[in-house]
């Protein structure tokens, strides 16, 4: 062999080397990157270990019943060589730590903590720049309370983990955690019987996912600022009340609650706000012969599109407070929505009290047909057939009638503090301004009576 050849060989070990060995702190001895193993090692069962401030190396393997207790935010390092923490035993705590770097390929389902034991408890922990922040894997009555998942920013958004990841989870509980620059926020597949409350999840695609899951609570859960606030698909026996829902857009998808072939839906008391579609139901409730929904005190203001119905799902609709969408109801196909609407709130109703309020408008149907049409609404020529269609019957459609609108706005929760209130002012301004209904009209093309668009 030339001694070019040995050169080129030993250059390319000195590569390997060096990208597969963990990283290390200069001057850390082998025995101080293991010390955490050695005290969970040691520990008998249900033992309560109080770990000292510094620096300790993973991955760690929890593999007995045991409290580990951080004192001032101790640092566990995955060295990006898999997951950071894995629990494998039941009724494991681990309170207040610093989890940091797992494995970054997408492949790897890597996790800041990921749990395989029964009655965990993960509370006032951060959590950050791992793949996945919790991973609850085929586990029951697992808690995740106080945490902070800060995910990847630096990763595209598709090539991101979750925050909160529930893969076959019974009985969980979720509670205020702070998650931000995840792929969803809190990710739910094949899970039942699980608590959703007073999360904050921004700058994610989604924030609350849920997938072929039943019998969930979703509770004063603060999502803003995502692509889509909540998506609800395939799922059964929800109830999603109080939560503050705004501002989730991006350049081809905005919408505040998506709920795709889901029955036994209760959503009441929600704060919708800011986004294309506020409300977008498709084939909801499901099955349909067996299922209900109903959609009660919520308030659903300035969207451009306050409710998409497509013609495969029905409602009930009570008490919500419709407030300067531009485009109240949006209905998708050609046949009548079955839904029943009384007691809302209807910002352009103009009747006099007594008489029913209507959803209909020509100029809605002609731009739902064609959605690009709607950078021209408040141009002159616009203007012109909004006097024509006063003087002039066009025969509208229908989409809406409500029996007993009310005049007055009923319960109107109070945007988070999380947010700025500044979004009222500038949701009144974009409702009205032709620049916004230049970008409305894009986001138009891909929504406008085309049921068949393709989620990120």
């Known amino acids: 062999m030339t001694t070019y050849k040995l050169a080129a060989l030993l250059t390319v070990f000195v590569l390997l080397s060096i990208i597969t060995t963990p990283r290390m702190v200069m001057g850390e001895s082998i025995e101080a990157a293991n010390k955490l193993q050695q005290l969970i090692n040691e520990a008998k069962p249900y033992d309560v270990l109080e770990i000292p401030p510094g620096r300790y190396y993973g991955p760690i393997v929890i593999d007995k019943p045991l409290t580990l207790v951080g004192k001032g935010y101790p640092t566990i390092e995955g060295r990006e060589v898999g997951d950071v923490v894995v629990i494998e035993a039941n009724d494991v705590v681990l309170d207040g730590f610093r989890i940091i770097n797992s494995n970054i390929w997408y492949g790897s389902e890597a996790a800041g903590v990921k749990i395989r034991g029964n009655n965990s408890k993960i509370t006032n922990n951060i959590i950050e720049d ?69 999360n904050k999840v921004s700058k994610s695609r989604y924030g609350i996912h849920l997938m072929y899951s039943a019998n969930y609570e979703i509770l004063n859960n603060t999502v803003i600022g995502n692509l889509v606030g909540m998506a609800l698909m395939y799922s059964q ?89 531009v485009e109240q109801v949006m209905l998708i196909g050609s046949v009548d929505t079955i839904a029943y609407w009384s007691g809302n709130f209807w910002s352009d109703y103009r009747g006099i009290e007594g008489q029913p309020y209507k959803a209909e408008d020509p100029l809605e149907d002609l731009m739902d047909n064609y959605p690009y049409l709607r950078i021209m609404m408040y141009s002159p020529a616009y203007m012109m057939l909004e006097i024509m269609k006063k003087a002039i019957p066009m025969g ?12 007055e706005v009923s319960f109107m929760p109070t945007p988070s503090a999380e947010g700025d209130i500044s979004w009222l002012i500038a949701a009144a301004v974009l409702t009205i301004s032709p620049a916004s209904l230049i970008v409305a009209a894009i986001r138009g093309g891909f929504y406008g009576g085309n049921r068949g668009r393709k989620r990120i």
Do not use: C
Not at 157 to 180: C, E, K, P, Q
């Open 237 to 325: 026996n929800l109830t999603v009340k109080f939560n503050m829902v705004g501002e989730n857009k991006g350049m081809a998808v905005s919408e505040g609650i998506f709920l795709r072939d889901s029955g036994n839906v209760t959503l009441e008391y929600n704060m919708i706000y800011g986004h294309y579609l506020g409300l977008d139901i498709t084939y909801s409730p499901y099955p349909p012969e067996t299922t209900y929904l109903l959609v009660r005190n919520n308030t659903v203001a300035f969207n451009y599109v306050g409710v998409s119905l497509d013609v495969d799902s029905r409602g009930e609709f009570y008490g919500n407070n419709f407030v300067e969408n």
């Open 130 to 198: 791992t793949l996945f922040g919790i991973y609850l894997e085929g586990v029951h009555n697992t808690t995740a309370a106080n945490n902070i998942l800060l995910g990847m920013p630096q990763k595209h958004i598709n090539d991101r983990g979750h925050g909160i990841y529930l893969w076959y989870a019974f009985g969980s509980l979720i509670i205020n955690n702070t998650v931000r620059d995840a792929k969803d926020g809190i990710y739910n597949e094949h899970s039942y019987y699980t608590k959703i409350i007073k």
């Open 396 to 407: 509208a459609r229908v989409k809406a009638v409500d029996e007993q609108p009310r005049t």
